[in-house]
């Protein structure tokens, strides 16, 4: 059975603190993704990477970072986290690019207070 | 700019059928995804478009026009279970997945 798994479920965090969200998969797909989830709004994409060690900006990269020093994990950093960082963050994989079946994992609900 | 519309909530009886339209501005079109996702849940893939015309999987069959920029997605013999958001999502000419908000459908019995 194909699995996404992200670290944490729920995190309350202060304004300021940083913030590593992971995520691993284990059907060694190339394709990782980062969105945030948002009432009222479609997913959007944070960062996303096709190959270990590489990167791409997303739609809304500001105040975030990510890392992929291994191909079955996809990291997500806040360096500062703020209020606005409030949301569901989700992981996914693909192994077909953005054309294939997205994988997501069950997301991390993030509250920074 | 890129547009996906999808109507925000729609209620249906169990055992009838609910058809949920998605309709699509985007640069260029190169596929369509439903996904259904359960409240606190990940979202999970139910169908891919890249063809007119309807495609039937089981209970749930899922339709597309590209000439008109318009999908929907029909579910039959509704049950309980199927109460869920339905995200509609396209890719476009750049190979950039584009969302919708999801449509959340209330199953009364």
């Known amino acids: 059975d194909v699995k996404v798994t992200q670290s944490s479920r729920y995190l309350v965090k202060r304004t300021g603190e940083k913030v590593f969200l992971e995520c691993v998969q284990d059907m060694d797909h190339e394709n990782m993704f980062w969105y945030r989830q948002d009432p009222g709004l479609g997913l959007r994409l944070i960062y996303f990477s096709y190959d270990v060690k590489m990167k791409e900006k997303g739609d809304i990269p500001e105040g975030y970072s990510v890392s992929r020093e291994k191909k079955e994990r996809f990291s997500l950093i806040l360096e500062s986290a703020s209020t606005n960082q409030t949301s569901m963050y989700l992981c996914?994989?693909?192994?077909?690019?953005?054309?294939?079946?997205?994988?997501f994992g069950e997301g991390s609900r993030l509250t920074v207070l | 700019g890129q547009n996906i519309d999808q109507p925000t909530e729609m209620t249906a009886t169990e055992g009838a059928i609910v058809q949920i339209n998605c309709t699509y501005q985007t640069s260029g079109f190169n596929g369509l995804f439903w996904y259904q996702q359960h409240a606190g849940e990940a979202p999970t893939f139910l169908s891919y478009n890249v063809l007119d015309g309807l495609e039937e999987k089981g209970r749930f069959s899922s339709f597309l026009s590209r000439s008109k920029g318009y999908s929907y997605l029909l579910l039959k013999e509704l049950q309980m279970k199927d109460s869920a958001s339905y995200l509609c999502a396209v890719i476009d000419s750049n190979y950039q997945l584009i969302w919708g908000a999801g449509t959340k459908l209330i199953i009364k019995p």
């Open positions: 996914a994989s693909s192994g077909q690019g953005v054309t294939g079946e997205l994988f």
